[in-house]
């Protein structure tokens, strides 16, 4: 495990809360496929086997049962409809999810605005935000309405990646940033999306609002299961 804040730690594409015993995602964007399918784009729909399993490997290398599983915002990716693969894929995550908690907290994203009509049972919250002790968890396309007094901020929103060439290939791999929102720690996490691997925050427009100037952030990239490589501060990386 790599160590992001003290007892906050990342497990592959997933936020552990050690003490917590609750492990963290963002941005599944779960009906991806059908979506493209429909704007003429044909992508092999493989990707919620291939999550599936990512998921079960995350949840093996933890062991036990979870305390509580979290979703940072955009479970689905559809804005103003449901589309078929997301009615079956968002249930049948949150079945995998049964297997392990018996909480699951989904906080909405701004695709997120039809999630509710999706998903109706035992041990699922639907939340804007989410408090545990001194984290503030949110899907950080918008600002907090109020004063934030927790010292960290937990976001996804960003899907950050890293870029990097030897002058012949680039390649571009899903990554953890991390630096200060105005006197707070803040945690962005990867998009969970197989397919895309993201923002390249190293020269991408960023959108959070949270994100203005990520300069002084340190990124840690996923290259694979569960390998976590810290390539320093991304100012470091621009030149």
Do not use: C
């Not at 010292?151 to 996804?156: A, N, S």
């Not at 990097?164 to 999306?193: R, Y």
Request: hydrophobic share 40%; no cysteine; charged share 25%.
């Amino acid at each position: 495990m790599q160590q992001l804040y003290p007892g906050l730690n990342i497990i592959d594409l997933g936020l552990y809360l050690e003490k917590e015993k609750i492990l963290v995602f963002s941005d599944f964007h779960l009906g991806y496929e059908e979506a493209m399918a429909r704007s003429g784009v044909l992508i092999p729909r493989y990707q919620f086997k291939d999550t599936e399993e990512r998921l079960k490997k995350i949840f093996e290398k933890v062991g036990g049962k979870l305390n509580a599983i979290i979703i940072t915002g955009d479970l689905k990716h559809e804005f103003g409809t449901i589309n078929r693969q997301e009615w079956r894929d968002v249930n049948a995550i949150l079945n995998l999810f049964n297997n392990y908690t018996t909480k699951v907290i989904l906080l909405k994203g701004n695709h997120d605005p039809l999630l509710p009509s999706i998903v109706k049972r035992k041990g699922l919250t639907i939340k804007k935000t989410y408090t545990i002790k001194n984290k503030l968890m949110m899907h950080g396309d918008i600002l907090p309405e109020e004063d934030v007094k927790q010292e960290v901020i937990i976001i996804g929103h960003e899907h950050p990646a890293i870029s990097l060439s030897d002058g012949v290939t680039t390649e571009k791999v899903k990554a953890f940033i991390t630096g200060k929102w105005k006197d707070k720690t803040i945690i962005v996490l990867p998009s969970f999306n197989l397919i895309t691997e993201g923002t390249n925050v190293i020269s991408d427009k960023l959108l959070s609002p949270f994100l203005k100037d990520v300069q002084n952030f340190e990124a840690y990239a996923v290259p694979e299961f569960d390998k976590v490589l810290y390539f320093g501060k991304i100012k470091d990386l621009q030149t």
